[in-house]
């Protein structure tokens, strides 16, 4: 079945940066475009970014315009989520997903963002 393990999150401080990944099994990657979503403590899903499947085509929320970037190695079925100039309220679990609103989605990496 699908398998999507996301790392890279962790503890940092405003204006930081992190780079999150997303390894991908259990169906051709390469075939599927893919999201990243999140949920901060108390509120509901939110989508963040999605990339096309070959990778030429990305979108973001306005929240992650200018700040985050999206990239895929087919590869190495790996999703990639590169976090820069970081806010306090970026602090949410991050999860790599196969659709924008993230009904199949994996386990999920804590990103912190606090001084």
């Known amino acids: 079945g699908v398998q999507l393990v996301e790392s890279g999150g962790g503890l940092v401080q405003p204006g930081g940066s992190l780079r999150l990944s997303c390894a991908a099994s259990?169906?051709?990657?390469?075939?599927?475009?893919m999201t990243w979503v999140r949920q901060a403590p108390g509120k509901e899903l939110e989508w963040v970014s999605t990339?096309?499947?070959?990778?030429?085509?990305?979108f973001y929320a306005n929240s992650a315009k200018g700040r985050f970037t999206i990239s895929r190695d087919n590869a190495k079925n790996t999703l990639y989520l590169q976090l820069n100039s970081l806010k306090t309220e970026d602090t949410a679990m991050y999860y790599c997903?196969?659709?924008?609103?993230?009904?199949?989605r994996g386990q999920g990496t804590q990103v912190t963002v606090s001084s």
């Open positions: 259990g169906f051709i990657f390469s075939d599927y475009g």
């Open positions: 990339i096309s499947s070959a990778g030429f085509t990305a």
């Open positions: 997903a196969l659709d924008p609103k993230g009904a199949e």
